[in-house]
């Protein structure tokens, strides 16, 4: 897999977003390239920056008819 493919999984590795396997193809190529553990590095400070900056956000769930009557709204304007 190339780097720049690979790159786009950094974010989604950081927050375990990722299947098990394409973590561990992710964590497998870290190991191998300079370029992108240097790239996960600085995604991961700037993650933790901005943890420490904000802290963490709680995001409520939602109702489950929101979007329908979301749209009922926005269709009325």
């Known amino acids: 897999m190339t780097c720049e493919k690979r ?3 950094l974010s989604l590795y950081l927050d ?3 299947s098990q396997e394409r ?3 992710v964590e497998k190529h870290l190991s191998a390239c ?3 553990l240097k790239e996960f590095e600085s995604l991961k400070r ?3 920056y ?6 963490t956000i709680d995001i409520p769930d939602l109702p489950l008819d929101f979007e ?3 749209y009922e709204q926005v269709n009325q304007i």
Do not use: Q, V
Request: with cysteine.
């Open 23 to 25: 973590s561990k193809d």
């Open 7 to 9: 790159k786009r999984d």
């Open 46 to 48: 700037n993650s933790e």
């Open 50 to 55: 901005m943890k420490k900056l904000f802290g």
């Open 34 to 36: 300079n370029a992108c």
């Open 68 to 70: 329908r009557k979301f």
């Open 16 to 18: 375990k977003e990722l």
